[in-house]
């Protein structure tokens, strides 16, 4: 439940986990068995051929979403050194699978972010990336002086899974939005003292937050976009962030994205005129001079890997994600 301790969350999704996690290995050893009577000469039937492909299909499925959890179990039980306790806030492994993680203790961390990823997020996808990232940013942002920091992956809903047909569709933002900003609210209740919050977005994943924002305001002080392609607004001044003013929104709005990324440049239509309205459903690009908002720097990369490049090591856009968790500029 949102708004709980970190701790007991944790304490009661460890037992989730792992009653999903047996429950997953249990339907694997059945769909396995199920698999060696279908072969052999019964292969040369179409039907049994199509069987078979379906248990295959259904088989590689659960070996994902259990490699995924093996991930979050290796981060949970197996930190590496340097790192702080990690807490597991959420865990479903419906569908393409959900998982919530915080590295470090959200309820009391002076700074707290939300790291909300985008296409094929998921169990289904493993979780090493996004925990590694969230991971980074939590290092960086105490490089810049944060005093104790929180940052959580939060994968919390169906993430699309495709770029194509399911990145070009509002829908699993829409559905997002609920879930996104009662989590928000959740750990505003939980926290003690002061708290310094940001969110942000990856690809999609800014989708789901720009949404959010325009819909339901987010309780955010900060909010950042990384690699966008579109935030569900034309302007800044069209997302809440509760607790700022709206003149003052697009102070606390930043984006970013790298000169060689394929996914901004061939997503977004950068003119004023051509909106959500028209041709670009999911908006047009938030780090444009006239979208209102704060921009910030990343380096160019190799194009082939420069959508996944911003969480790099000494990269400026990780330095400078690292400053808005903490509370400075980028």
């Given at each position: 439940?949102?708004g709980?301790?970190?701790?007991d969350?944790?304490r009661?999704?460890?037992?989730?986990l792992?009653?999903?996690y047996?429950?997953?290995?249990?339907?694997?050893e059945e769909?396995?068995?199920?698999?060696?009577h279908?072969?052999?000469?019964?292969?040369?039937q179409?039907?049994?051929a199509?069987?078979?492909?379906?248990?295959s299909?259904q088989?590689h499925?659960?070996?994902?979403?259990i490699?995924?959890m093996?991930?979050?179990?290796?981060?949970?039980?197996?930190?590496?050194?340097g790192?702080?306790?990690?807490y597991?806030?959420?865990?479903?492994?419906?569908n393409?699978?959900?998982a919530?993680i915080?590295?470090?203790d959200p309820?009391?961390?002076?700074n707290v972010a939300t790291?909300v990823?985008g296409t094929t997020?998921g169990?289904n996808?493993?979780?090493?990336?996004?925990?590694?990232?969230?991971?980074a940013?939590?290092?960086?942002?105490?490089k810049?002086?944060?005093?104790?920091?929180?940052?959580?992956?939060?994968?919390?809903?169906?993430?699309?899974?495709?770029?194509v047909?399911?990145a070009?569709s509002?829908?699993?933002?829409n559905?997002?939005?609920?879930?996104l900003?009662?989590f928000?609210?959740g750990?505003?209740?939980?926290?003690?003292?002061?708290m310094?919050?940001?969110?942000?977005?990856?690809s999609?994943g800014t989708?789901?937050?720009g949404?959010?924002?325009?819909?339901?305001?987010?309780?955010?002080?900060?909010?950042?976009m990384?690699?966008?392609p579109?935030?569900?607004?034309?302007?800044?001044?069209q997302?809440?962030?509760?607790?700022v003013?709206?003149?003052q929104?697009?102070q606390h709005?930043?984006?970013?994205?790298?000169?060689?990324d394929p996914?901004?440049?061939?997503t977004?239509?950068?003119g004023?005129?051509?909106?959500l309205?028209?041709?670009d459903?999911?908006g047009?690009?938030?780090t444009?001079?006239?979208?209102?908002?704060?921009?910030?720097h990343?380096?160019?990369?190799?194009?082939?890997?420069?959508?996944?490049d911003?969480w790099?090591?000494?990269s400026?856009?990780?330095?400078?994600?690292?400053n808005?968790?903490a509370?400075?500029?980028?």
């Amino acid at each position: 439940m949102n708004g709980l301790p970190a701790t007991d969350r944790d304490r009661a999704n460890k037992v989730m986990l792992d009653r999903e996690y047996d429950e997953l290995k249990r339907q694997r050893e059945e769909l396995s068995s199920r698999s060696l009577h279908v072969g052999g000469s019964e292969m040369q039937q179409q039907a049994q051929a199509q069987q078979y492909q379906d248990l295959s299909k259904q088989l590689h499925a659960l070996d994902e979403k259990i490699k995924g959890m093996d991930q979050i179990k290796q981060r949970l039980y197996h930190p590496l050194p340097g790192q702080p306790t990690a807490y597991l806030l959420g865990i479903n492994s419906a569908n393409c699978g959900q998982a919530i993680i915080a590295m470090g203790d959200p309820d009391r961390a002076d700074n707290v972010a939300t790291y909300v990823p985008g296409t094929t997020a998921g169990l289904n996808h493993g979780m090493a990336t996004d925990i590694y990232r969230s991971d980074a940013m939590l290092a960086a942002a105490n490089k810049a002086g944060s005093p104790s920091t929180s940052v959580i992956t939060w994968v919390g809903y169906n993430a699309p899974q495709s770029i194509v047909p399911d990145a070009a569709s509002t829908s699993f933002a829409n559905n997002a939005e609920h879930p996104l900003r009662d989590f928000q609210g959740g750990l505003g209740a939980a926290h003690h003292g002061p708290m310094n919050s940001t969110v942000i977005g990856h690809s999609y994943g800014t989708t789901v937050v720009g949404q959010t924002a325009r819909d339901l305001g987010l309780p955010a002080d900060n909010v950042v976009m990384v690699a966008s392609p579109g935030v569900g607004v034309d302007h800044a001044n069209q997302l809440h962030l509760d607790g700022v003013p709206q003149d003052q929104v697009g102070q606390h709005i930043y984006s970013t994205k790298s000169v060689t990324d394929p996914i901004p440049a061939l997503t977004n239509f950068d003119g004023p005129d051509i909106g959500l309205d028209n041709v670009d459903p999911l908006g047009p690009d938030p780090t444009t001079d006239w979208f209102g908002g704060q921009t910030f720097h990343s380096d160019a990369g190799n194009p082939l890997t420069s959508h996944s490049d911003y969480w790099q090591d000494r990269s400026s856009s990780l330095r400078s994600m690292g400053n808005i968790i903490a509370g400075n500029k980028p």
